[in-house]
């Protein structure tokens, strides 16, 4: 089990940033990311935002344990939601700080792609171009929900794809 204090050097330091630069960037002392760090205090809530929002991560995966819940499950047919009342929800995270965010009904993006074949690109990203959406819709179509989809490319870029 990780601490907070672990938590946030683990992501402080896959970002490539000193204690003092993420200080500057939160606008506290070294001092004080450094007792976090070592699990002596804690950040008050404003901060926990600030740092979920800095390292992209959710507040809860920032201050609690990791729980051993799959990320995919499989539902069996006679407790499936019917399509139109599921969601796809698409996250595209760039290297370079921009983030889109997508959900639509699984039925209108399904219907969509059935029409033109292909997806559009998000602001000129074609880190979706690859993905396979008739593959998606058979797998959910099957009763896959939860996480189907996470890529990340070369260029530092990440896709994760939902349905809910």
Same mark, same amino acid.
């Given at each position: 089990?990780?601490?907070?204090?672990?938590?946030?050097?683990?992501?402080?330091?896959?970002?490539?940033?000193?204690?003092?630069? /993420?200080?500057?960037? #939160?606008?506290?002392?070294?001092?004080?990311?450094?007792?976090?760090? =070592?699990? /002596?205090?804690?950040? %008050?809530?404003?901060?926990?935002?600030? #740092?979920? %929002?800095?390292?992209?991560?959710?507040? %809860?995966?920032?201050?609690?344990?990791?729980?051993?819940?799959?990320?995919?499950?499989?539902?069996?047919?006679? =407790?499936?939601?019917?399509?139109? @009342?599921?969601?796809?929800?698409?996250?595209?995270?760039?290297? %370079?700080?921009?983030?889109? @965010?997508?959900?639509?009904?699984?039925?209108?993006?399904?219907?969509?792609?059935?029409?033109?074949?292909?997806?559009?690109?998000?602001?000129?990203?074609?880190? #979706?171009?690859?993905?396979?959406?008739?593959?998606?819709?058979?797998?959910?179509?099957?009763? +896959?929900?939860?996480?189907? +989809? $996470? +890529?990340?490319?070369?260029?530092?870029?990440?896709?994760?794809?939902? +349905? $809910?």
């Amino acid at each position: 089990m990780k601490t907070i204090g672990q938590k946030i050097a683990e992501k402080r330091k896959q970002m490539h940033l000193t204690q003092e630069e /993420l200080a500057f960037k #939160l606008n506290v002392s070294p001092q004080a990311v450094s007792k976090w760090e =070592n699990d /002596l205090s804690i950040p %008050d809530v404003t901060l926990l935002i600030a #740092l979920s %929002d800095l390292f992209n991560i959710s507040l %809860d995966e920032l201050i609690r344990e990791k729980q051993n819940l799959p990320v995919t499950t499989l539902v069996e047919q006679e =407790n499936k939601k019917p399509l139109e @009342k599921m969601l796809l929800k698409i996250i595209v995270n760039s290297k %370079d700080g921009d983030k889109v @965010k997508v959900n639509l009904p699984v039925q209108l993006i399904k219907l969509g792609i059935n029409i033109s074949k292909c997806m559009p690109e998000i602001n000129g990203n074609d880190a #979706l171009k690859d993905i396979d959406f008739d593959q998606i819709f058979n797998m959910i179509e099957n009763g +896959v929900i939860g996480k189907i +989809v $996470e +890529v990340e490319s070369s260029d530092g870029d990440i896709v994760e794809i939902y +349905v $809910e």
